[in-house]
């Protein structure tokens, strides 16, 4: 697809798995949920990749290695290499590599999936600002990480040491709830320091290519629980995505997307890849899709209609991002969504 305003989900004669050679999946919020499967996620994948369909599994979350995060997935019962694995440690290495001479010193700051993305760089990682390091790298290191380790970035940055960040995700979904990201820890730094890092993860272009240069995908399908990170890499990176709601992006969310956060499908689960998709048609001044049309009035979002909640929501999107156009749609859509009961 080209970058351009969408005002409406697009539609799919054929199966998503089908459609598209590779799936470049997130995981938290998509496959699994504090270290838990989300429903209907080892059958769609099994069955989707059973077609033929090349799986890769795209995480912001640089703490834990591919081999660690590919043995968790196997687990689970979905059957994963560590080469299908590409995460924004692994991004954040190549674009510090790319920089700094070879065999350099890395403070790192976060947890071992960014020193094994690093030592495969040929870079070394180091603990102090005083190990003389080249730069500074900071992804998520779990709960458990240290105030102190936030210190020690700030003393290297003072020292005009350049600054990378994995990703800056304010959020984490978890089996509790949304916890605190790698990017609430970066404005921690940035805060104290005020300096601005070099980002890698999504929806940046770094974290883009690593994807396509480690998996060879042709017709990706980007598919995503963030309007913020999925689905706006897929559009910085001008390939289609697929946003499902099972993780932190929530009906209001959706309409009130602008157009580099409007994903081209959307579904409830993960089943989305095994089923085309509904066409959303132009309708008595508004929009159909299934048994429900949406349209503008003069203050809100009218939907009229019953059958799939979905379908319901597909058409109230084609009406909000109509009304927005290059912009957010500042239309209450609260009792449209109370009806189909998102």
Not at 11 to 37: F, P, Q
Not at 74 to 86: H, K, M, N, R
Not at 275 to 300: I, L, N, S
Request: net charge negative.
């Amino acid at each position: 697809m080209s970058q351009r305003v969408r005002t409406r989900p697009e539609g799919s004669g054929r199966a998503l798995s089908e459609a598209y050679d590779t799936a470049l999946l997130d995981l938290d919020g998509v496959v699994y949920a504090g270290g838990n499967a989300i429903a209907y996620a080892v059958e769609s994948l099994a069955t989707a990749r059973g077609g033929g369909m090349h799986l890769a599994y795209v995480t912001n979350n640089a703490l834990r290695t591919p081999d660690a995060v590919a043995e968790h997935l196997t687990e689970l019962g979905i059957p994963t290499g560590a080469s299908d694995v590409i995460t924004s440690a692994q991004a954040v290495a190549r674009l510090i590599a790319e920089q700094v001479p070879a065999g350099g010193r890395v403070l790192v700051i976060g947890g071992e999936g960014l020193r094994v993305a690093l030592r495969e760089r040929g870079l070394e990682p180091v603990e102090s600002a005083d190990d003389d390091p080249v730069a500074v790298v900071q992804g998520y290191g779990g709960p458990d990480l240290r105030w102190s380790r936030f210190a020690e970035a700030g003393y290297a940055i003072a020292r005009g040491v350049p600054w990378y960040a994995s990703n800056t995700d304010l959020t984490i979904p978890g089996a509790r709830g949304i916890a605190p990201g790698n990017g609430a820890a970066v404005e921690v730094v940035r805060i104290a320091t005020g300096a601005e890092p070099q980002v890698a993860g999504k929806p940046l272009p770094p974290m883009h290519r690593e994807t396509i240069l480690r998996t060879g995908a042709e017709r990706p399908l980007v598919v995503g629980d963030r309007l913020d990170t999925d689905i706006e890499g897929a559009f910085n990176g001008e390939v289609d995505s697929l946003l499902v709601l099972t993780g932190v992006t929530d009906g209001p969310q959706l309409l009130a997307a602008p157009p580099q956060h409007r994903p081209t499908y959307v579904d409830a689960d993960l089943r989305g890849l095994l089923t085309g998709q509904p066409e959303v048609m132009e309708a008595d001044g508004g929009f159909r899709c299934g048994g429900w049309t949406a349209k503008a009035g003069a203050v809100g979002l009218e939907l009229d209609g019953e059958g799939e909640a979905l379908d319901g929501l597909r058409a109230l999107c084609a009406a909000a991002w109509t009304a927005a156009g290059d912009g957010v749609c500042e239309l209450d859509g609260g009792k449209a969504l109370a009806r189909l009961g998102l």
